[in-house]
Antibody
C-alpha cells in the first residue's frame, strides 16, 4: 500500500530552524514528484512547491521561494521541508503529497499532515 | 498568483444535488484540462475525488462528477449524504511547474 508518513507536531520559536519529514513507502520514490502544501489555521490549501526525488529538481511557488527549502534523501525514501528562520506566520499544518508530473495536479496520496506552531 | 475563486459555502438537503464552482482564468482553469477536486473532512488530509476535469479515482462514488466550461470548473455531488459534509478544493495547472488551489468551499448537508 502507498503510504506517506509525516513527522510529528512541532513547536518552535521565532528565528529558530526546523525540518519536518515525509517518509514514503509502497511505491518507487523516484517515480513521482513530492509536493508540499500549507494549510494555515482555518484557511485553505496553498501549493508551496515540488521536488523530484530522482534528481532533487525543485520548483517553488513564488509565495514560498526563499522562505523554505525542500530536499530528499533517496536512501531512506524521505522528503524534507526546512525553515532556516521560523516566523509566527509559519504556524500551519503542512502536508506532503505525491504527484506524477510537475504541473499535473493529481495529488493521489497524501501524508497525514504535520502541525507546526511558532510562538515565543 | 491569486487562488481560484470558489463560493465560501454551499448547502443542500440529503438526496438532492449541489454544485460547487471554481473560477479561474485562461492561464489556469481555462487553459488546461487539468482540474482536480479534493474533499477534506475536519482534521483530516485532503482526498482526491476528481482529476482531469471529469475522471474519478477508483473507489470514488459516481455521485461525484466534474465538468468545465471556459474558465469555470464545477463539481456536482448528487444524492447528498451526511458524510459528504466537508470542505472541497479545486486545483488547476497554472503554467509550467505551477499549480494553484481554489480558496475552498464548505458543504453543509442540512
Amino acid at each position: 500500500d502507498v503510504q506517506l508518513v509525516q513527522s510529528g507536531a512541532e513547536v518552535g520559536k521565532p528565528t529558530e530552524s526546523l525540518r519536518i519529514s515525509c517518509k514514503v513507502s509502497g511505491y518507487t520514490f523516484t517515480n513521482y514528484w513530492i509536493a508540499w502544501v500549507r494549510q494555515m489555521p482555518g484557511k485553505g490549501l496553498e501549493w508551496m512547491g515540488i521536488i523530484h526525488p530522482g534528481d532533487s529538481e525543485t520548483s517553488y511557488s513564488p509565495s514560498f521561494q526563499g522562505q523554505v527549502t525542500m530536499s530528499v534523501d533517496k536512501s531512506i525514501n524521505t522528503a524534507y521541508l526546512y525553515w532556516s528562520i521560523l516566523k509566527p506566520s509559519d504556524t500551519a499544518t503542512y502536508y506532503c503529497a505525491r504527484l506524477p508530473a510537475p504541473d499535473y495536479p493529481v495529488f493521489d496520496f497524501w501524508g497525514q499532515g504535520t502541525m507546526v506552531t511558532v510562538s515565543s | 498568483q491569486s487562488a481560484l475563486t470558489q463560493p465560501r459555502s454551499v448547502s443542500g438537503t440529503p438526496g438532492r444535488s449541489v454544485t460547487i464552482s471554481c473560477t479561474g482564468t485562461s492561464s489556469d482553469v481555462g487553459g488546461y484540462n487539468y482540474v482536480s477536486w479534493y474533499q477534506q473532512h475536519p482534521g483530516k488530509a485532503p482526498k482526491l475525488i476528481i482529476y482531469d476535469v471529469t475522471k474519478r479515482p477508483p473507489g470514488v462514488p459516481h455521485r461525484f462528477s466534474g465538468s468545465k466550461s471556459g474558465n469555470t470548473a464545477s463539481l456536482t455531488i448528487s444524492g447528498l449524504q451526511a458524510g459528504d459534509e466537508a470542505d472541497y478544493y479545486c486545483c488547476s495547472k497554472a503554467g509550467s511547474y505551477i499549480v494553484i488551489f481554489g480558496g475552498g468551499t464548505t458543504l453543509t448537508v442540512l
